[in-house]
């Protein structure tokens, strides 16, 4: 067998492990070469779907490259997070994750992925709160004055939501556990129906996005009593945080851009700089404010702590208030 000298075994042997590394660099620099699928795992004309389109718009017009929404709806979500997990890590098959994705680990037992492992977080884009609200004519006009009544009267307390493990759902079963407090779940198919019924006076209170709780509010239609977050809404100043009565409450929404797990990180390092000057353009701003949510930028590795942080957090809940999926 010919030995190669030593020098040249060197340079060859440094050219070849050079290659993954090139190999990369050329997957960063060249995607994407055609069209790109974003899935919004729920129907068209919800808030995941209006997020898709506002982003996927943002990224056809600065990759280059159409950006196409699939709706794939069913099963909280679970047919399109299945979709793309099961997609290859390419780049060109992307989701768009809401904290949903984190509560539904728990919520459903046969799940044929984990969102943890198999989704690789890109870039976060917004974060929501929820308010809590009351009818009228409903007794209590604080926060305290709820929790007082609710102890009182065990069970009497009618709490709507859009369904079992809604999002209404669990902020009200976090709300329930913190506060020490039991009320009736009403579960309706949908937000929509939920808070028709709350305007009637059919049921007594709710936790709903104050995108679509605002105007009701503004029009004394409905009591705000808190909002959900740490801090208070900037649309809604004067209304104080659950929290400042029942201290550590948080409840807040987010969605973000995820892709198959093993997607380059070359890949998804430039779909989150181009996500992040997004986010900070005054126009997507803006859009965001008015759908009630704020920016929430940052890295693939500060998404995958809020996402690991809220699996943790949201199944606790779920494991408490022992909901199963439908």
């Known amino acids: 067998m010919t030995q190669l000298p030593r020098r040249r075994f060197l340079h060859l042997a440094t050219g070849v492990a050079a290659l993954p590394i090139a190999s990369r660099l050329a997957w960063g620099q060249t995607y994407p070469a055609r069209p790109v699928r974003l899935v919004a795992p729920f129907p068209p004309g919800g808030t995941i779907d209006l997020f898709a389109r506002l982003i996927g718009q943002w990224l056809s017009e600065h990759l280059g490259q159409p950006v196409i929404i699939d709706n794939r709806s069913g099963a909280g979500g679970n047919i399109g997070t299945e ?62 004055e709820l929790i007082a009544y609710a102890k009182s009267n065990p069970g009497k307390i009618n709490m709507a939501s859009g369904g079992i493990g809604s999002g209404q759902h669990l902020y009200g079963e976090l709300f329930k556990s913190m506060a020490g407090v039991d009320m009736l779940h009403v579960p309706y198919r949908g937000g929509g129906p939920a808070l028709t019924d709350l305007l009637a006076g059919q049921v007594s209170i709710m936790f709903d996005s104050i995108a679509t709780c605002i105007e009701h509010i503004r029009a004394g239609k409905l ?58 353009d005054p126009a997507i701003k803006t859009r ?35 909901i199963k999926a439908s």
């Open 83 to 144: 979709a793309v997990v099961r997609a290859t890590a390419d780049g060109y098959t992307l989701l768009l994750v809401s904290v949903a994705n984190t509560w539904n680990a728990t919520l459903y037992d046969k799940l044929s992925f984990d969102f943890v492992r198999d989704i690789a977080p890109v870039a976060s884009v917004n974060r929501g709160m929820a308010v809590l609200v009351v009818h009228p004519s409903f007794v209590a006009k604080s926060v305290p």
């Open 223 to 280: 009591r705000a009593l808190a909002v959900t977050a740490a801090t208070r809404s900037e649309a809604l100043p004067d209304v104080p945080t659950v929290a400042e009565f029942v201290p550590g409450y948080e409840a807040t929404g987010w969605q973000g851009i995820g892709a198959p797990r093993n997607t380059p990180v070359e890949i998804i390092d430039k779909l989150n700089t181009e996500i992040n000057a997004g986010l900070a």
């Open 288 to 322: 965001i404010a008015d759908l009630g949510y704020s920016v929430f930028a940052g890295s693939p590795a500060d998404f995958g702590k809020v996402i690991a942080a809220d699996t943790e957090k949201w199944g606790r809940v779920v494991r408490f208030a022992g």
